[in-house]
């Protein structure tokens, strides 16, 4: 008899010939703590699905039944009403329930399944999965404990990876004012064009996508001013806690190639990270006033064309990937850059929109049309018909109308052009062309035309010679102006004052050469300046040049360098 809690009515004898697993499955199924008060069943110490039977391939009532024989005296087989031996629990629920069910013997498929455990094959078979089973866990526990070493492996590369990082890319305190006055136009806008692209509360951006059309039209503009120039510049700098998929290494040694999306960038400047892009936003802001911009006029002029024709070059990929054509910067990457720079010389980007949007739609068509035709030749045929529209354009065939406005819902455009345009040069970019630009730039260029020098008043410069007559040798003198021909004082521009010194000086010269053995060097010296008037006839103010020239050497304290 059985050592254990049974169910009511129920007997058990333990099978003496089966193996010894099998009889304590036997025991784990039928252990039962009492009687459920309400529905009269059993309350079984374990479910039948917490009973491990595996290693016998059975269920687990299959193998209880190997392990013992269970019979429910107060109840009768339905078949040869002997007491009912239990096939499993649902047995006994059946009968008390008042169905009918079987014996264990007139259950013969039952028992087949039973006996096929009972022999000393299955005990084998059931040691040998018993033993698979104990070596897939110890397998199961190496490889637990190799990922576990594994990790710890990565953590500590990553630990080294992440100090790597940190040392390259040290917090540096700079002033924020001294930065941006040291900066390049490009850096500056690359930086304006990070800013407004991706604002940040924390004072840390999180990547800076390049390849997007986000920050900069292409990824070449976007890569070498937000990343390139203003990086150099140090208006932004690479943070040293930026993640590890940031950067490239070889193993822990760090290269110099990295990710911009991934990488983590802050403002350069000094104090807190959210204090420095405050004061950064603002100081590159002001270094971007179009009025103080006559020293970059050509800078602003060129990234206003760099920025159409890329905006250009991006509309086209799009339009063709609109017709499931592909992008024709594959295959045609320079000659759509040759067309793009030839319409942004004199093309808003609205207008060049309508050449692109007809290129595509035409390459489209002509795909429809041509069974024979493929992809690739539809392309190209586009980017030819792109050339074609732009030349119609030039020649006058094709008359321009509205330019196209913004997509601002699938392809808004880039950070970048909306920094040059609208918030430097103050210009609606889809409809401004170059010369729209260069008219906003005008008065620039006007400054930077007139000369920075300035002149001594001629009656000034007469009266010193005339009063320090004494002071002057007029060897000097005549060295003074030969010096004035050969090598006069560099002019600032087209419109400088300096300009006829070498003329003026060698004329005056001359007439030195014919007056000084009849009058005298100190008289030569006052008649020659005096005449110096003369010269003034030829350039506006080439004596005066002249004059002013050679005083700087014959007079050094009164007149100063020019
Ligand atoms: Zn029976
Ligand atoms: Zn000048």
């Known amino acids: 008899m059985a ?24 025991q784990l199924y039928w252990e039962a703590s009492g009687v459920d008060p309400v529905s009269r069943r059993p309350v079984w110490v374990r479910a039948a699905r917490d009973i491990d039977s595996d290693s016998w391939a059975s269920s687990a009532h299959v193998a209880a039944a190997a392990g013992c024989t ?11 009403g002997q007491p009912l031996t239990l096939t499993s629990r649902q047995t006994l629920a059946d009968a008390a329930s008042g169905l009918k069910p079987r014996c264990r013997t007139c259950s013969p498929a039952f028992e087949r399944q039973v006996g096929k455990l009972l022999g000393p094959e299955a005990a084998s078979n059931a040691d040998g999965r018993r033993r698979h089973a104990e070596s897939q866990a110890v397998a199961a526990a190496e490889r637990r404990a190799n990922a576990e070493a594994q990790r710890s492996r990565q953590e500590d590369m990553s630990k080294r990876r992440a100090t790597a990082i940190a040392d390259r890319y040290p917090i540096d305190e700079f002033d924020a004012a001294d930065l941006v006055a040291a900066a390049d136009f490009e850096a500056r806008a690359g930086a304006l064009a990070v800013i407004t692209a991706g604002g940040t509360s924390d004072g840390l951006v999180r990547g800076i996508p390049v390849h997007d059309g986000s920050i900069a039209p292409t990824r070449d503009l976007a890569s070498r001013l937000a990343l390139g120039s203003a990086r150099s510049a140090r208006l932004l700098q690479v943070h040293p806690g930026s993640p590890e998929d940031g950067f490239v290494f070889e193993g822990i040694h760090l290269t110099d190639r990295w990710y911009p999306a991934n990488v983590h960038f802050y403002a350069g400047g000094a104090g807190g990270l959210p204090e420095r892009w405050t004061t950064l936003v603002d100081e590159v802001r002001a270094s971007l006033d179009l009025g103080s911009l006559d020293r970059e006029v050509d ?20 339009r063709f990937e609109d017709h499931n054509l592909p992008d024709p910067l594959e295959e045609h990457a320079d000659h759509v850059r040759i067309i793009a720079d030839r319409g942004a010389a004199r093309y808003s980007i609205g207008h060049l929109y309508t050449a692109a949007w007809m290129a595509a739609r035409d390459a489209a068509a002509s795909y429809q049309k041509h069974s024979h035709q493929s992809k690739a030749d539809a392309v190209t045929y586009g980017v030819r018909q792109f050339e074609r529209l732009l030349q119609k354009f030039i020649d006058g065939e094709f008359k321009l109308r509205e330019p196209y406005a913004e997509d601002k819902k699938n392809l808004p455009l880039s950070a970048l052009t909306n920094v040059v345009f609208s918030q430097i040069l103050g210009l609606n970019p889809m409809v401004s ?32 010679i005339r009063t320090r007559i004494d002071e002057i ?18 002019r600032c521009g087209e419109s400088c004052i300096l300009i006829g010194i070498a003329p003026a000086s060698r004329d005056l010269g001359r007439f030195y050469d014919r007056v000084v053995a009849r ?8 008649v020659t300046s005096e005449a110096s008037e003369l010269s003034n006839s030829v350039w506006g103010t080439a ?13 050094p304290v009164q007149f100063s360098d020019l």
């Open 70 to 80: 269970a019979t429910a005296g107060d109840y009768a087989c339905s078949a040869c």
């Open 519 to 526: 009058i005298g060097g100190r008289d030569a010296v006052i």
């Open 543 to 555: 004596g005066d040049a002249a004059l002013a020239a050679l005083l700087t050497l014959v007079l």
């Open 473 to 490: 040798d007029p060897v000097i003198f005549r060295r003074a102006l030969a010096l004035g021909e050969d090598e006069p004082p560099a």
């Open 299 to 318: 800078d602003l002029v060129e990234m206003a064309r760099q920025v159409v024709a890329g905006e250009v070059v991006r509309y086209l990929t799009f």
């Open 433 to 464: 062309s170059i010369a729209h630009v260069e008219q906003a730039v005008a008065f620039l260029r006007d400054r930077q035309d007139r000369c920075i020098h300035a002149l001594p008043e001629r009656h000034d410069m007469i009266e010193a």
């Open 3 to 26: 050592e254990f809690d049974l169910p009511e009515g129920v007997q058990v004898t333990l099978n003496e010939g089966a193996a010894v697993e099998l009889t304590e499955i036997a």
